[in-house]
């Protein structure tokens, strides 16, 4: 069997957790959805003939964590923008909000956002 106990550790440690989740947050959508993606897993690793190689409780942990992680790399990014004339503008102001969707019941968007006057 692979061992991914120290790639997970490795990667885990790594990563940092964004401002939209938490530890426990990330902790309770893992259990809440282990046992679906642990038999999606296992279909998966079935398909390139890996059964019995790969711990899946490992990877889905791993998996999990890392789209909570790092889900700008995994989720489409799309925005919002709120724009207006003031009385005296010749051209509209704007503030763009970068949004990723949501998580854990909540919207992801990016806190930097652009603002033209």
């Not at 079935?46 to 711990?55: A, E, Q, S």
């Amino acid at each position: 069997m692979m061992n991914l106990h120290a790639i997970a550790l490795a990667a885990d440690s790594a990563m940092t957790v964004r401002m939209h989740c938490t530890e426990t947050s990330i902790e309770h959508a893992l259990n809440a959805h282990k046992t679906l993606v642990e038999a999606e897993a296992i279909r998966s690793i079935g398909l390139f003939n890996l059964t019995g190689l790969v711990d899946t409780s490992q990877l889905v942990a791993l998996a999990v964590k890392t789209l909570f992680k790092d889900y700008i790399r995994f989720k489409s990014k799309t925005g919002v923008v709120v724009a207006r004339y003031g009385d005296n503008d010749f051209f509209p102001g704007f503030c763009e909000y970068p949004c990723y969707g949501l998580m854990l019941d909540k919207l992801i968007y990016d806190p930097n956002q652009t603002r033209k006057n």
